[in-house]
């Protein structure tokens, strides 16, 4: 009989989870506490899913957002924060009110909108 397998707590299988990875031709940015504030400032209009590598719910999003972020390529940025991974960037989901994932926050020029719509290609 092979050795029993170590008990890993929950936070560790998520964090063993593989990462999310963007097709090659989504221009989808991965943004983090130390980039987050320039990179919205920045922008006329951003729209930044906070996600979780782990959630089925943002696995299966992936697909459409990656989509979206060709349909607006020049009318919107596209931008992504891992709220798990990382404490710093989970306070940065905090600080806008991010209590489930994914969530979609919608910037332009650093103020922040809640987005309200759907979670396909065309919302």
Known sequence: QPPAKPKLSRDE????QPPLVEPADSSVLDLDHRNFTQFIGDAE???V???APWCPHCKKFKSHYSAASRELEGEAVLAKVDVFTHPEDGRL???Y???ATPSIKVFQFGVPFMYNCG???QG
């Open 13 to 16: 299988r998520k964090r063993r």
């Open 45 to 47: 209009l951003a729209i």
């Open 49 to 51: 899913e906070f996600y």
């Open 119 to 121: 979670r396909s290609t």
């Open 97 to 99: 009110g991010v209590r």
């Open 93 to 95: 989901g905090g600080r």
